[in-house]
């Protein structure tokens, strides 16, 4: 099962992606959170997504292209994966399918969760990351059991540094200027399904689940 989640930043796709990788027991693979990773590390990739980052810019294509090539050829995407905040550019979309057809593979549904720009930039602000387990938390909307401490793994809960509302908007601007041909692209395919994301994060969980619970 290949599962891609889309919408724009702060609908709420890493909190989704997060609940479904329990469910299915198939693996979240979040950009954000890679390249986050890659910036803590120190590495090659962090060094050239930092600054764009910072700023709410998208990573150049073939950087994120070649971060998710190498990961689902690990062991633990045998069985499917979810991807979170990837593709982002139609050129990504393309690439993903190049690589999922080398592979016998191709995406079985595409969920794209719609918010609108208001709701978002308040939810940005509330929202606080854990590094480490990739889980995801919102101050007033899905606090942790302890504040600032992750449930699962009991880490301190960062916030993100392009969190901040003018970041966001630029955020939400790049989204839509990109996001049409990229939708269009699995709309042609039949594999688009369009799921409010304004609901309570347990309500829009029930609908993802009856999407993918369907042939
Ligand atoms: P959000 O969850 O708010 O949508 P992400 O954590 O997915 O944000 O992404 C944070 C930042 O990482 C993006 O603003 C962009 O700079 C970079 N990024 C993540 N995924 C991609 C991608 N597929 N293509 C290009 N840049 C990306
Ligand atoms: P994305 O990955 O699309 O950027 P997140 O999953 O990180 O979005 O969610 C953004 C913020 O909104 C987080 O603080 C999260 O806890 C909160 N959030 C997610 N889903 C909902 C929801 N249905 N209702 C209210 N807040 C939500």
Not at 190 to 196: A, G, T
Request: glycine share 8%; aromatic share 4%; proline share 5%.
């Amino acid at each position: 099962m290949i599962i891609v989640f889309m919408g724009p930043p702060g609908a709420g796709k890493g909190t989704q992606a997060q609940i479904l990788q329990e469910n299915l027991q198939i693996p979240k693979l979040s950009t954000g959170d890679m390249l986050r990773a890659a910036i803590t590390a120190g590495s090659e990739v962090g060094k050239k997504a930092e600054a764009l980052m910072k700023n709410g810019d998208l990573v150049p294509d073939e950087v994120v292209v070649g971060i998710i090539k190498e990961r689902i050829i690990q062991a633990d995407c045998a069985t499917g994966f979810i991807l979170d905040g990837f593709p982002r550019t139609i050129n990504q979309a393309q690439a993903l399918d190049k690589m999922l057809k080398d592979n016998n593979l191709i995406v079985d549904k595409v969920i794209c969760l719609d918010v609108n720009p208001d709701i978002i930039v308040a939810r940005q602000a509330g929202r606080r990351i854990a590094s480490k387990s990739g889980c995801v938390y919102h101050v007033e909307h899905n606090p942790p059991k302890v504040p600032g401490k992750c449930d699962v793994s009991g880490e301190d809960l960062i916030q993100r540094d392009d969190d901040k509302e003018d970041v966001v908007r630029h955020r939400l601007e790049i989204y839509a200027d990109t996001v049409k041909p990229i939708l269009e692209y699995y709309e042609s395919q039949s594999l688009l399904h369009n799921v409010k994301g304004t609901s309570s994060v347990e309500a829009v969980k029930t609908e993802i689940l009856s999407i993918i619970n369907q042939k």
